[in-house]
């Protein structure tokens, strides 16, 4: 299976993409809900959470594990894959949700100016600036930090009246930065749900990324440049739902993410 991986319910956000533009292959998803949030965690625990996270997913058969959480991308992604992965299986693979928008960010801004928006742990870890730089250093990128999002989407709270305030306050601070910015980066896999109300507060003529697109691409794209990872995937279109917390709260709020009815099983770590 292609085990994908969040704190919560915002990697869903990418599954449905990797759905969509893969299909046939096999999917696991587990969201460590009753650890949830990971955006204000330290570096340290965020670590400690994913990587039991990750070791989890490959005793359940998983060759290729996308860590679809900015913030695990953020904070534990460089150590498991230069530490843990060559002491755990060397052949296996463990991806994130960062470095693909780094790689492709150039090709969607015109001004160079880059606006990122994430949780205070994303933000914090400096993650895509660095990322950035190195593939495209002439771009400068400015982030704000949005720690009541998250709280809003999982709540139910995105769709009403009072999310606005909220949203409109984090956009103004970002744009407050710079005028030229001209493509805006949601760094978080849950910031999709707002888009609508992201987009009654922009200006127009600011493009709005969200990250499954550029992952689904990203993915399709490493298999294949890898045939031999490839061939290690199952594609029988199975798709496996599971949480660290209740399984019947987990399908309540899931089917926002993902656009479908889910039906999850809990895990017990240990």
């Known amino acids: 299976m292609i085990g994908v991986f969040d704190s919560g319910y915002g990697g869903l956000t990418v599954l449905k993409e990797l759905v969509k533009r893969l299909p046939e292959y096999d999917y696991c998803y587990f969201g460590d809900n009753a650890r949830a949030p990971y955006g204000s965690r330290s570096f340290e625990t965020v670590y400690r959470y994913t990587l039991e996270c990750v070791k989890y997913l490959f005793d359940e058969g998983c060759r290729l594990v996308i860590l679809a959480c900015n913030t695990a991308s953020a904070k534990a992604l460089r150590t498991i894959q230069q530490q843990d992965l060559p002491l755990l299986d060397p052949e296996r693979r463990v991806l994130g949700v960062i470095i693909p928008v780094a790689e492709t960010i150039g090709q969607y801004t015109q001004t160079g100016h880059v606006g990122v928006l994430g949780t205070v742990g994303t933000v914090q870890s400096l993650s895509y600036p660095i990322e950035i730089a190195k593939h495209n250093p002439h771009i400068r990128v400015f982030q704000e930090a949005c720690p009541i999002w998250v709280p809003l989407v999982e709540n139910g709270e995105y769709q009403k009246d009072g999310a606005d305030y909220f949203v409109r306050q984090h956009i103004d601070n970002l744009l407050q930065q710079s005028p030229d910015i001209d493509v805006i980066v949601l760094a978080c896999t849950h910031y999709p749900l707002l888009i609508d109300k992201i987009k009654k507060y922009l200006p127009s003529g600011i493009q709005i ?15 294949h440049r890898h045939p031999e990872m490839d061939r290690q995937l199952g594609k029988n279109e199975n798709r496996i739902f ?6 019947e709260l987990f399908d309540r709020y899931a089917s926002m993410f993902f656009g479908d009815e889910v039906k999850s099983e809990k895990v017990v770590l240990t």
Do not use: K, N, V
């Open 209 to 223: 990324l969200s990250q499954g697109a550029i992952i689904s691409e990203s993915l399709a794209d490493y298999l």
């Open 242 to 247: 599971q949480t660290t917390d209740s399984p």
